[in-house]
């Protein structure tokens, strides 16, 4: 079963860049989308981006031009840069992957492994 593991979040000033990290282990997700979303206090889990297997990317409104979501499979890790962070970027970032390589698939029902967690602090 595929086990997925967050790191790099942080506290960044507003206009900074962070990079986070996701990690499988226990198998791969190589051939499969992989996803990060993000969910702020009170709010719903949002999408924000994900990754084919190929390579092709597919990204919300609200961080296009912003953020870039990059793979590398040798290394079982999906990247999300994140520039120009606002305020409002404010959120627990997960990542998730589930049983399909088509990024049209962008509603948190459709993926059935998910990481912990990241939490991400853009102060203003």
């Known amino acids: 079963q595929v086990q997925l593991a967050e790191s790099g979040g942080g506290l960044v000033q507003a206009g900074g860049s962070l990079r986070v990290s996701c990690v499988a282990s226990?198998?791969?997700?190589?051939?499969?989308?992989v996803g990060w979303w993000r969910q702020g206090r009170g709010k719903e889990r949002e999408f924000v981006a994900n990754?084919?297997?190929?390579?092709?990317?597919n990204y919300a409104n609200s961080v296009k031009g912003r953020f870039t979501i990059s793979r590398d499979n040798a290394k079982n890790t999906v990247y999300l840069q994140m520039n120009s962070l606002k305020p409002e970027d404010t959120a627990v970032y997960y990542c998730?992957?589930?049983?399909?390589?088509?990024?049209?698939?962008?509603?948190?029902?459709?993926?059935?492994?998910w990481g912990q967690g990241t939490q991400v602090t853009v102060s203003s």
């Open positions: 998730s992957t589930g049983p399909f390589s088509d990024i049209i698939y962008t509603r948190v029902s459709e993926y059935n492994y």
């Open positions: 226990g198998g791969t997700f190589g051939n499969y989308v």
């Open positions: 990754i084919g297997r190929s390579g092709s990317t």
